[in-house]
C-alpha cells in the first residue's frame, strides 16, 4: 500500500512539474478588429481569462487548458518563430490592432501592431502566415475559436492545398470538401469557408470545387479546382 502511494505521488510531482515547465510566467494577448468585438486573453494563475469587447459592454469567461494544451503551444510559438517577431508593426492609423506579451523562464517576447503583422518578406526566417499560425495555436490552446474561426487551410496559400475528396449535396449546409496540405494533413472546409489564406469555398461538385480568390490587386477571381487523381496502385 505504502509504495503504491509513494508511486502515486511521484506520479503527481512529475505531472506539475511538468505543468510548471509549460505554463509560462506572464501571457497577455488581444485582438481587435476594429469593427467587430474586441478579444483579450490574460494568464490568472494558470487560468486564461478571456474577455470579449462589445463597445461598452464586456463579457468575461475563464478557461483552464491543460498540460497537453500548453505544451502544444510552446511547440508552435517555437516552431513558428514567435521569439523573432519586432516589438511593433505598423501599416497605419486604420486596420486590426493586437498585442502579445509572453514570458517563459528560457525564453520572453513583446509585440504588437496596427494594420501589419508579422511577414516573411521582411524575415525569411518565419514562414508562411506567422500571424496566422499563431492565431491557430490560440485556438487551439483554448479549445475555441479566438476572435473568429481559422482554419487551418489558412497557413498555406491555395495553390500549395490538394483537393482530395468532395461532398455534393443539394442542400448548402452538407457540402464540403476536404483538402491536403504540403504537410499531408487533410482538412474539412465547408461551402462559405475559407480555402487558404485568400481564398473561398463557394460550390461543391462530384469532382471539382469552385473558388473565389482575393488577389494581391484587390480584385476577385473564380478558379476552379479539380480533384487529384489517384495514383494507380503498384502491381
Not at 48 to 72: C, K, N
Not at 79 to 92: F, K, L, S
Not at 174 to 190: I, L, M, S, T
Request: aromatic fraction near 8%; avoid cysteine.
Amino acid at each position: 500500500m505504502r509504495a503504491a502511494l509513494l508511486l502515486a505521488l511521484s506520479f503527481a510531482g512529475a505531472a506539475l512539474a511538468q505543468g510548471d515547465a509549460v505554463l509560462p510566467k506572464v501571457f497577455v494577448t488581444r485582438i481587435d478588429p476594429g469593427l467587430q468585438p474586441a478579444h483579450s486573453l490574460q494568464l490568472d494563475g494558470t487560468t486564461l481569462v478571456h474577455t470579449i469587447h462589445f463597445g461598452a459592454d464586456i463579457e468575461t469567461r475563464r478557461i483552464t487548458p491543460s498540460t497537453v494544451q500548453w505544451a502544444a503551444f510552446r511547440r508552435a510559438l517555437d516552431e513558428h518563430m514567435v521569439w523573432r517577431w519586432r516589438p511593433n508593426y505598423r501599416a497605419g492609423a486604420a486596420g486590426t490592432s493586437w498585442s502579445l506579451k509572453i514570458e517563459y523562464p528560457d525564453r520572453s517576447m513583446a509585440s504588437a501592431g496596427v494594420g501589419a503583422v508579422p511577414d516573411p518578406a521582411e524575415d525569411a526566417a518565419l514562414p508562411k502566415y506567422p500571424f496566422t499560425r499563431y492565431q491557430l495555436a490560440l485556438q487551439d490552446l483554448i479549445g475555441q475559436p479566438f476572435v473568429r474561426p481559422v482554419s487551418p487551410t489558412e497557413a498555406f496559400d491555395v495553390e500549395d492545398l490538394t483537393l482530395v475528396s468532395t461532398h455534393s449535396s443539394r442542400k448548402e449546409p452538407e457540402q464540403w470538401a476536404d483538402f491536403r496540405d504540403p504537410r499531408g494533413n487533410v482538412h474539412r472546409v465547408r461551402v462559405g469557408e475559407r480555402v487558404g489564406a485568400f481564398g473561398k469555398l463557394e460550390r461543391v461538385g462530384r469532382s471539382s470545387v469552385g473558388l473565389t480568390v482575393l488577389l494581391k490587386e484587390g480584385e476577385e477571381q473564380q478558379r476552379t479546382v479539380k480533384l487529384a487523381r489517384r495514383k494507380p496502385a503498384p502491381k
